[in-house]
């Protein structure tokens, strides 16, 4: 009987350590078994050329080096339209002119059914940011406009109180030293963005914004091909996900808690929310979606903006002429003495940033143009369609990547090269979509123009800068973006800095 006991307790133990293994084995049968009966599909005449790989094998390449691998996929199929998929979702790549402007204008081409599935960065709760009925997806669409009026934008409203965002966080800096402009400068616009889309109950508290930049962090650290394709998965990156979006939630409702519990009115975007009567889900989802959405994006032009002008110091003086030119002018006009610079400059009308430096609007342009390494997605929602005589069935996903457009030598001569003054080539449709295209531009470009200038205009009367290699070297050119790195552009860790110094100006 002993022995029996013993040997039940073994088994038992046996079985519940391999558990975990059996699981995994499981589920690579399965991933194997789809991808093989999906490349067993016979196409239909007109169906895209095909990637000749398994699907399963598409599945790491597209998530970590997408630039690469969409690059190989036209070099491999030699056409401009291919197909490949990923497990069941079949993903057809277009490029070129033509299929560029069927892309933006086709009406049963959606964004939020694309991004939901082939990006997966944005947490997900649903009703608050997934699987939202068009209507409220609309609404959202309408307040993000409203942030962006006139008097939402105002100096008292949003630049007074990101400029002094801005000279806090660069006065920590010190007066001189070096940075990675990917840590320093996207924490700064993380900041901003925090104070224009949310709430002063969050931005107001500089622990609370670095914990959410931090959870919002581990969102993208926990992006990974499982984690968007197989999400009933119970990885560990994809527990740290749920756990962060959690958290996420639980400190964007605290926040709109304590307005409501205080009574008091403020200037700020939460205010706006609350005041036009939206159901708590809708203000929630707001402020969680388009935190991050802002953040990423506007970050990366940052990071790069400051990055290209430490390596070109004539574009870095023709800019920095250009804000000392706009303050000017605005201490003439009010004739008062105001020492600090974020001081000054907030007394710069914001028709005075939107429509009067061309210079900065030329540089926001070119650095989205060479190092914005984005991959529009759509779903086809039906009915099915065709592109360049090529099927779009309905159900599939279409990818267009951005440097189709924006690194093509025949539209940009020396693709890579940073120069703000230049033009297109050719005068093609859509030959620049930095902010997106035809039916689906960037909703937020107004208010991401306002936090670009703000940054790159402080930063640049408040400090002298370079960039230097990894010894440590001022170096004779800027880094060039990685493409494949689908978030910040970012090139390998380590090998560049923003090396500054304290121009004697008070921010």
Known sequence: MPYSVGLQAACAALLSAGLPVLFTTAIIVLLVIISVTSSLQKDVPDAPARLPIYS???????????FDFLNWGFQATGQSTFQFDLLRNKVIVVSGESARQAFFTAKGLDLTEGFKILSGAIPMVRGVTSDLQTKRISLIHKRLAAVQKNEQLSIS????????????????????GCFDPFD???????QLTVRSLSC????????????????YDTLDVGTTPATVLLPWLPTPAMVKKLWA???????????????????VSKNDTLQMLLDSGDEKLVVVGFIMGLLIAGARATGTTACWMLTFLGGHPEWRDKAKAEVEGL???QYLIQNSTIDSLSSQMAAIPL?????????????????????QPHTAMRRNLGPEMHIDGKLIPSGSYVVYPFSDVHLNPDIYHDPWKFDPNRQPETKSAYNYVGWGGGKTTCLGQRLARVELKIVTALFLLG???????GSGKVAREPPLPNWNDILLCRPPQGSFRVRYERSGDML
């Open 184 to 190: 320093n400068i996207y924490e700064l616009v993380f």
């Open 327 to 329: 303050l000017a002018s």
């Open 56 to 66: 399963l094998f598409a599945i790491i390449p597209f998530f970590r080096r997408r």
């Open 157 to 176: 409203a949003v630049i007074r109180p990101m400029l002094e965002d801005s000279r806090r966080l660069m006065e920590s800096w010190g007066n001189s």
């Open 463 to 469: 400090f002298r800068h370079c960039i230097v290699d």
């Open 245 to 263: 979006t959690k958290e996420i939630y639980d400190i964007v409702v605290a926040a709109i808690t304590a307005r409501e519990q205080s009574g």
């Open 351 to 371: 028709e005075t940033w939107e429509n009067e430096t061309p210079v900065l609007d030329s540089i926001i342009r070119e650095t989205l143009r060479v190092a």
């Open 200 to 215: 002063t109950e969050i931005s107001d508290d500089p622990c609370l914004v670095s914990r959410l930049k931090k959870l």
